[in-house]
T-cell receptor, first 112, second 115 residues
């Protein structure tokens, strides 16, 4: 699986747009990029997934450049409740041996 | 996710005791996983199962064993618990999707303390 690198922590304020970038230089052709959110003492929760260009859902947007060596999770107008750890994962598009690896993630702190 | 349940939610035990953590899911997924999370760290995969007859070791399987009793049930056992197994344990499920990476759905976690 492709190794991912993301900032350890980020701070922002309510109402701001937050962008968290993840590097995955060794991404393979079939790999998708998936982001999870985790609140303290809870299991991670799927946020968004994409393969290329831009994906948007009701929670976030995911921007993936043409070379796919990085991706950016964009959270519009964050609130205090967006304070959490965000994990970027890159995995196999299909496989009987997919093993998802969670790194340490990015700890996002939102201030009033 | 309420479709994935774990029991117990909290457990305190002593060194050397055998402990079983249970996971049940109503999502109808074939794939199930056990992770542990230590304070301030990400999740590490212990075991995973892609169907009832399939069991695979993850990154940190030593000291653990699992049983896949049915599609909906996946149990994690600590045969002889030790203090460094104190952690938060998560069960997860996913459904094989040929078009994208498996999306995993996590249970609420079991906080295990080994004294």
């Amino acid at each position: 699986l492709a190794k991912t690198t993301q900032p350890i922590s980020m701070d922002s304020y309510e109402g701001q747009e937050v962008n968290i970038t993840c590097s995955h230089n060794n991404i393979a052709t079939n790999d998708y990029i998936t982001w999870y959110q985790q609140f303290p003492s809870q299991g991670p929760r799927f946020i968004i997934q994409g393969y290329k260009t831009k994906v948007t859902n009701e929670v976030a947007s995911l921007f993936i450049p043409a070379d796919r060596k990085s991706s950016t999770l964009s959270l519009p107008r964050v609130s205090l409740s967006d304070t959490a750890v965000y994990y970027c994962l890159v995995g196999l598009g299909y496989s009987s041996a997919s093993k998802i690896i969670f790194g340490s993630g990015t700890r996002l702190s939102i201030r009033p | 996710d309420a479709d994935v349940t774990q029991t117990p939610r909290n457990r305190i035990t002593k060194t050397g005791k055998r402990i079983m953590l249970e996971c049940s899911q109503t999502k109808g997924h074939d794939r199930m996983y056990w992770y542990r999370q230590d304070p301030g760290l990400g999740l590490r995969l212990i075991y995973y199962s892609f169907d009832v007859k399939d069991i695979n070791k993850g990154e940190i399987s030593d000291g653990y064993s699992v049983s896949r009793q049915a599609q909906a049930k996946f149990s994690l056992s600590l045969e002889s618990a030790i203090p460094n197994q104190t952690a938060l344990y998560f069960c997860a499920t996913s459904d094989e999707d040929s078009s994208s990476t498996d999306t995993q759905y996590f249970g609420p976690g079991t906080r295990l303390t080994v004294l």
